[in-house]
């Protein structure tokens, strides 16, 4: 299900909801999408605003009223790709770190089933 998969994707439910009403409906105003999502108005604006942080929800003023527009599903994508470029940068600092410690743990416990299995 499409929901899963955003779930997985790191949104949460509500915040997975929202953008999929966002982009069935296209521009909408918070009581549509509200209603579209079948999330309490009032916390639908909390929602726009982590998705608007996550750079999932846009939004727009028109004629005194806000209208907010999901962006393009290609760019979770591109999201991603970004944050796995951001951890490749960073990932040789963080091995460095780990190769600092003298004494790393070296006892490993298993138990059960499972654990008889994976001795073997």
Known sequence: MVLDKLKAFGLNEKEAKIYLAAL?????????????????????????????????????????????TATDPRELEEKLEERKVGLRAILPELLSITNLIDKKPKIKFYEGLEGIKEIY
């Open 24 to 68: 069935e409906l296209g521009e909408a105003n918070v009581q549509r999408l509200a209603k579209k999502s079948r999330i309490k108005r009032t916390t639908v604006y909390d929602v726009l605003d982590a998705l608007k942080d996550k750079g999932l929800i846009f939004s727009s003023l028109r004629d005194k009223h806000r209208y907010y």
